[in-house]
């Protein structure tokens, strides 16, 4: 795999998801390559006909047109559903007099009757292709369009590209919008069809090709890509035979004296990250609970925040964690500066970002390019109250670039963004890891990644990752414990 300037996949990978602009630019550039719009056009209907026969090889299609080039797609799969000896029945939303370009050649070719959409094109159909609108919708969905999805009942759809009234960018429906079996799409994903809520509505999802040569991502420079282990596999520190445990990677990590729990949860995943020396700073009367508990941790007692900054002083460490059980009375704070000006590149969790709430400039002066940040909503919310909006791509990406930090906002999908723009999404966590403790666990994966890798994006991805494949594996009923002791599983799994 070839990669870009920064070290990521080139866009000839198929990890990336495009925006709605993006994808017509997409179109242009193919046409503009000399493939033509009819060629596209017969190449998606093509793709939706060959997939509805996989999966139905008979029965009574009702086909809903809308008036551009979703309707287009539209006829052609009416064609092809008929050449293969379905009973189709196509509804069109509008005047076929003013069907444009494409579309109205593939009215043609269909050749057949089409009657105006209305609720009763459904009677008797096994089936319904909702082709009314993709891309091209700009307001919601009303009147006999809107009545129609509302009666599909309990019949299979498949949409083409995106149900109708799901917008493709924002992944919110736009007046109604009825949930598909299978959405077909073309060339490469839209948010809607990988992130909440969208994607709960797009059903199974095929993405087709339709012929678009990935060269022309080069033109468009796509900034948001799904994280897959082929993001990165590549980059995945592995010990060689000259190493050794400090060279492997040494955290320097903050605890606490009351919620020493997340301190040890984050130091176990760090070591099973691949972090070769966890050094453990705790206040000395914690520090034989966390002596007895992290066999393996190298465990050292401070009293205050000077003996704090002596511990991580050590010149071999190379990454640092504070946040996960730190506590939020005043020291903490001075500790998480005491971090920062270390400047090694460091995760900030937790409490370390919950203690600058109404402070957070203080914070941010103190970052250093080497800062991965992260947060959950409610601690997004305590350092950027400015950011208004439930756009988790958006307000990730916006603290990014305000913060000159990597910002990784966790949630039922998480975004991870850099400075630069860069977005990761990542979109296999089940809903299983929201209980507590788990955002420790992924601290520490992120921080063992950090000190082998020093590089922020890359580790707060393949971290988020992980996490989530543990999720996987442990399933329903996990706890946040049962996390870190699947992580060589999935390393195996990785290398493989
Ligand atoms: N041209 C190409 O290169 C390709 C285009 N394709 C298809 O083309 C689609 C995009 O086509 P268009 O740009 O024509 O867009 P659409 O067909 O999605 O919709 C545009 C039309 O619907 C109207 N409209 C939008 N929202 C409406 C609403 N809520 N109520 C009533 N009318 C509404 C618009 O005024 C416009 O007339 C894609 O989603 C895809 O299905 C595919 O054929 C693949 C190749
Ligand atoms: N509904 C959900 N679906 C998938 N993942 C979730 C969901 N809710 C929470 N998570 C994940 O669980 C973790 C919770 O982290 P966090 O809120 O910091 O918990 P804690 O502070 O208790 O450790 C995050 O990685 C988050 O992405
Ligand atoms: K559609």
């Not at 453990?280 to 465990?299: G, M």
């Not at 966590?429 to 666990?441: E, I, P, Q, Y």
């Not at 494949?469 to 399933?475: D, I, N, Q, W, Y």
């Amino acid at each position: 795999m070839t990669s870009n300037a920064r070290g990521w996949p080139d866009y000839t990978t198929d990890l990336n998801i495009l925006t709605v602009a993006q994808c017509y630019q997409a179109d242009q550039e193919a046409m503009a390559r000399g493939i033509t719009g009819e060629t596209l056009m017969e190449a998606a209907g093509a793709a939706i006909a060959r997939e509805i026969l996989a999966r139905w090889p008979s029965g009574k299609a009702a086909i809903l047109c809308g008036p551009g080039n979703n309707g287009g797609d539209g006829f052609v799969v009416a064609r092809l559903l008929k050449e293969a000896g379905w009973q189709v029945v196509v509804g069109l939303l509008g005047e076929w007099s003013q069907l444009r370009g494409d579309a109205s050649t593939m009215a043609q070719r269909w050749g057949e009757d089409v009657r105006p959409l209305t609720v009763e094109i459904l009677d008797g159909a096994t089936l319904v292709v909702d082709a009314l609108f993709g891309a091209g919708l700009s307001k919601p969905v009303e009147g006999i369009a809107a009545e129609t999805l509302e009666a599909i009942g309990q019949v299979p759809v498949v949409a083409v590209d995106v149900p109708s009234g799901l917008h493709g960018d924002s992944t919110e429906i736009l007046g109604t919008a009825r949930p598909a079996d299978l959405t077909v799409t073309f060339f490469r994903p839209k948010r809607a069809h990988r992130t909440y809520p969208g994607a709960l509505h797009c059903g199974e999802v095929v993405v087709a090709d339709i012929g678009i040569p990935a060269e022309v991502l080069d033109q468009i420079a796509p900034t948001l890509w799904e994280n897959d282990l082929e993001l990165w596999r590549d980059r995945l520190p592995r010990p060689g035979w000259r190493d050794n445990k400090f060279s492997r990677g040494m955290l320097a990590m903050a605890a606490g004296v009351e919620m020493t729990g997340a301190a040890r949860l984050a130091a176990r995943a760090a070591q099973r990250a691949g972090a070769g020396y966890v050094l453990l700073a705790s206040p000395e009367k914690a520090s034989t609970l966390y002596r007895v508990s992290l066999e393996s941790v190298v465990v050292k007692g401070y009293r205050d925040t000077l003996g704090y900054s002596e511990i991580i002083s050590d010149e071999r460490v190379n990454a640092c964690l504070i946040g996960p059980g730190l506590g939020t009375d005043f020291g903490g704070m001075e500790k998480v500066l005491a971090t920062l000006r270390r400047e090694v590149p460091t995760v900030l969790d937790a409490d370390a970002l919950s203690l600058f709430e109404g402070n957070s400039e203080l914070l941010f002066e103190n970052l250093h390019g080497g800062c991965v940040l992260t947060p959950h909503a409610g601690e997004f919310k305590r350092l950027f109250p400015e950011f208004g909006g439930e756009d988790y791509l958006a307000l990730a990406l916006a603290a990014a670039k305000k913060t000159g930090a990597v910002i990784l906002l966790k949630g039922a999908n998480t975004f991870i963004a850099s400075p630069e723009g860069e977005i990761i999404v990542n979109t296999g966590a089940s809903a299983d890891l929201a209980t507590a403790g788990t955002g420790d666990v992924l601290a520490g994966l992120i921080a063992g990644i950090l000190a082998q890798t020093g590089e922020p994006l890359l580790s707060a991805s393949i971290g988020a990752w992980m996490h989530s494949r543990a999720g996987k594996l442990a399933g329903p009923g996990l706890i946040a414990e049962d996390l870190s002791p699947l992580i060589p599983k999935i390393l195996n799994e990785i290398n493989r």
